[in-house]
Structure formats: C-alpha cells, structure tokens
C-alpha cells in the first residue's frame, strides 16, 4: 500500500472559498473563528469550557443513554459516553443524511476524519478528552437524496414514498432491496459480511434511524465514535431559549442576510439563503415552516396558529410535537447541547457555517472551528499499472477529459503543433499592422480587426482538424485513457461522491478501513491517493 498527497488546488474539484479558506486568505478570514491547527485548539478549549453549562452535560448524556439503549456498544464507545459528564471532555463532530448503506463513500471519509482528528488531540492535550462524534440528519425530509446507493455501476433503489422526517421512516421494503443487494455480491467471504451487516441494519430495524445508528455503531464502534440523534425531545429542551429568540426577532435572517451582503462584496456566492424565521414545527408525519403574520405565528399547511412564541411552547408541553431549525439553525442546535471544539464537514458544509459566524454571536454561542473533511482517491495495483503503461500520471487524472486526451495526443503525436506560438504571432502581426494603420488611416482599425478574428478562429479550425485525425491515428490510446479515467472519475466526477464503500469492502473486507486509518491525516488539509 502507498499513499501520496495532491493540493486541493490542483484537484479543479474545490471552489474558490474553499481553496481560499485553506490558503487562509484576508478575504474569508472574517467568515470563521480560528483555523484548524493543532495550536489554536488550545484557545477553543478554553473558550468553550466557559461557555458550556454543565447542566447541558447531564442532558446529553442522559439522551445518548436512552438512544443507545438496545445497541451493543463497544468498549471505547461507552468510555466516551461516560467522558461525556467531565467538564474536561469535548467532542468533535461531523454530520450526514441517513444515506442508504452510507450513501457515497466519503461518509466513511468524514467519520476517519473525526477519529483520526481525536486521536492527534488527545497526544497534543493530554489532560482532556475527546470524543469523536456522527451527527444523524434524522430530521431531514429529503428522500430523493438518500434512497439509493450506487455498486457497481448499478443504483441500488428503496421504493418509498416520502413522509415526514426520515429518521422515523419505517424500513417496509427493504427486505427486497437487500435481495437485489445480495445478487450483486459475489461469494467470498467478504461479500457475506455485507449481506449479513445490510440485513442487520435495515431488515432488523423498524426505523432509518435505528438502521442508521447500527450500521455506523457496526462499521466504528470499535473506533469509539458516538452517534447522536439530534431529534430528542430532552435535546430539543435546551435549544428552546434560542427558539424563542429566533421566533420574537427573527435573529439568523438578519445576521446571515448581512454576511450574505459581505460574501457579495468579495464574490463569493451564498450557499443557503435565510427565511424571515429558520424554524420548523415537527408532528406526526409533517414537518413545516413556523411563518410570522400581522396575528402572531402559524404553522405553514397546517391548522395551527400561535398568538405569541411563548403559546407556541405552551402547545408543545401537551403534544409530542417540536420545534426545530433548518439547515441554517441545525449548526447552533449542536453547538448548544455538544461541548464541541470543531465541526468537519465537505466543502459545501463549510459554505454554509461561514455564513453564520456573526449568527452565533448574537446567540452568544462560541462558533467551532471548521475542518475540510479528508478527500481520497481508490487506486487498485492493476489500475496503477495501466496508468503507468499509459504514461497517464495521477495527476493527470484530475483534467477533464478532453483536456488530459489533448495533452496525451499532442505529446504522442510525431508532428509538432504548436498553435499557441502561431496564435501569437499572428496576434504580433496584426498589432504592427493597426500601428500602420493609426498613422495613415484609422478608418481601416475595423477591418484590421475583422481579419485578425477571422485568421484566428481559422487557425482554431486547423488546430481542431489537425487533433481529431491524430485521435483517430491513436485510437487505441485514446479509448485506453477514457477507460481507465471513467472507472477512476465515473461521470467526470470524484470518485469517492458517487461509488458506496461496499464496492471496496468486497475487495478489501475490513483491511479497508485499517487503510484508511492508516493514510488520512484531517489536517494534513490536501487530496490523498491511495494505491493498493
């Protein structure tokens, strides 16, 4: 096994904000807190020890004890369950939907990512604990998103019809996917611990979240790793000051309003964009927006309507309904019932809490640090080996298509054709003949123009002629490189966004993770290829 590390930069996979936010550029600085360094945790310890009640630990703990009632935690887990009540002990957390079997495989990145992070600190800060957390998108009602997962080339489909939160969602018609599953699989050994971790996670659970809460406890409960599930009704209880504030002054719609105006000022976009009120009212098998009127509040769809924010709260002590905050409140949520130091997330995950740094601070909440979740890249011996044979680098990979065919064809071709410099010298030319003209007759400036442009795209016809036959001549070169960078990018994309970890566990069984463990380094903050 070898594993070597590319700059996000070079990668044309991450945008501005991100690739500027790893450079620490003036321009995001005042989007986020303290940069993740070793270092600066020492000020985000000490920062979030004063402002984290110890009362909110009992909660915690408390409703982790009742979510994990019927899991069989392993031994790490429960030390870090108990950890929990120390006012020396601190969490960092990275959060995801209820994907189907974890969805693509950087879910398994950002759960490595956390670990690996804990681990770092707790050599650097002996005398506190660290507690490596999964927060489960219970809540979230975007079926389409996570009803499917891809094995080999094949979209492994639930047929489900949306309702309510998905957390709660039962697991009717599971049973069937785990059939189509299993087909796929081939017979070894490593196959048969994925049908038999599939059918324990989804055809014993009544519920996505137990599901969920399963196959992650299975996959890294030995690694100590904590999920929560952040729809409980004791967690829910501690954010309700902050509920009440939102509701009477409508605080994240002004204070993420106003960040949205200064990402404009240094052009970066706004990945979420804030309603009049960032809440939800939650019952049975709806969930919908809280919306301010000239009479007080309502709930959107529904037949209910509140005369004050604290009415709402009076409703919900005799109901099992609650009130929790979209994807722009979700973020303070945790910070307010997690004694958390830093959240690690993907590149848009990070977008969005750079736009609630000033959110938080009207809340009087300490804001995390953020950390880019670890990004990697799967390459088998035999795949390495035909890059080699190819002379395709790594590297090269990360071109698009045609750019890294162009390269290729050009560098095997025997003619030399460099358009460039001819493009520069007509450009030379065509300079010296508008001076000639400025000194005799400027009237001829548009038709000196209008030759220069039509040379130019003639030259751009040539060039595309000349490339298209050398293709043709290297065929087999050409096709070769397409293969090998579709199986590697599947839809010109990262390969680590579209394939499950399943496609890598039937290869590689547990030895996968070990790998991972062994190559990912959260803040060595660059892409990591591994070739095995």
């Not at 006012?87 to 957390?93: L, R």
């Not at 952040?230 to 002004?254: C, I, M, R």
């Not at 969930?287 to 919900?316: C, D, M, W």
Request: proline share 3%; net charge neutral; glycine share 4%.
């Amino acid at each position: 096994m070898d594993s070597f590390q590319i700059p996000y930069k070079k990668t044309n996979y991450f945008s501005k904000m991100i690739l500027d936010y790893l450079e620490e550029k003036k321009s995001v600085q005042s989007f986020y807190h303290r940069f993740p360094s070793l270092d600066n945790f020492s000020a985000q310890i000490e920062e979030k020890t004063e402002g984290f009640p110890f009362e909110n630990r009992k909660v915690l703990v408390d409703a982790l004890t009742h979510q994990y009632k019927n899991t069989s935690t392993g031994e790490l887990t429960q030390q870090h369950l108990d950890k929990l009540l120390l006012p020396n002990t601190f969490t960092i957390t990275t959060g995801h939907q209820l994907n189907l079997f974890s969805g693509p495989i950087y879910f398994l990145y950002k759960i490595v990512s956390v670990i690996n992070l804990c681990k770092e600190l707790q050599e650097k800060y002996p005398n506190q604990n660290f507690v490596p957390i999964y927060w489960m998108a219970s809540e979230d009602h975007d079926l389409e998103e996570i009803q499917y997962f891809n094995f080999k080339n094949k979209k492994i489909f639930w047929e489900k019809e949306s309702g309510g939160a998905v957390g709660k969602m039962s697991t009717d018609g599971l049973e069937d996917v785990y059939q189509k599953f299993s087909a796929l699989l081939n017979t070894g050994v490593q196959a048969q611990e994925l049908r038999d971790l599939f059918k324990k996670s989804y055809v014993a659970h009544t519920n996505l979240a137990d599901a969920t809460r399963y196959l992650v406890n299975a996959l890294f409960g030995t690694y100590g790793l904590v999920v929560l599930d952040g729809d409980d009704q004791q967690l829910k209880n501690l954010f309700k000051p902050y509920a009440l504030k939102e509701l009477k002054e409508q605080v994240s719609h002004k204070e993420v309003t106003k960040t949205g105006e200064h990402l404009r000022a240094q052009s970066y976009p706004q990945q979420v964009h804030p309603r009049e009120i960032n809440l939800f009212y939650s019952g049975h098998n709806f969930r919908e927006r809280i919306i301010k009127t000239n009479e007080g509040y309502k709930v959107q769809n529904r037949a209910l309507s509140f005369s004050s924010p604290e009415n709402i709260f009076e409703h919900l002590e005799n109901s099992n309904d609650t009130v929790s905050g979209n994807a722009l409140l979700r973020p303070l949520y945790q910070e307010v019932i997690l004694p958390n130091l830093c959240y690690v997330g993907g590149g848009g995950e990070l977008s969005y809490w750079m736009q609630l740094k000033s959110t938080f601070k009207a809340f009087e909440v300490p804001f995390p640090m953020l950390l880019l979740r670890n990004s990697a890249l799967l390459i088998t011996e035999k795949q390495h080996k035909k890059l080699n044979k190819l002379e395709v680098s790594v590297e090269d990979l990360f071109l698009s298509q045609n750019q890294l065919i162009v390269e290729k064809v050009k560098e095997k071709s025997d003619i030399h054709f460099d358009f460039n410099a001819k493009r520069k010298q007509l450009k030379e030319s065509f300079k010296s003949l508008e001076q000639i003209a400025l000194q005799t007759d400027p009237s001829f400036m548009g038709a000196i123009k209008a030759q220069e442009k039509k040379q130019l795209k003639g030259l751009d016809h040539l060039e595309k002629r000349l490339l298209k036959a050398e293709k043709k001549k290297m065929y087999d070169l050409v096709t070769r490189i397409e293969i090998i960078q579709n199986d590697l990018f599947p839809n010109q994309s990262l390969e680590e966004r579209y394939r499950n970890f399943s496609e890598y566990y039937e290869y590689y069984g547990k030895d996968l993770l070990s790998t991972l463990f062994k190559t990912l380094n959260p803040l060595a903050l660059e892409f990591t290829v591994i070739i095995d």
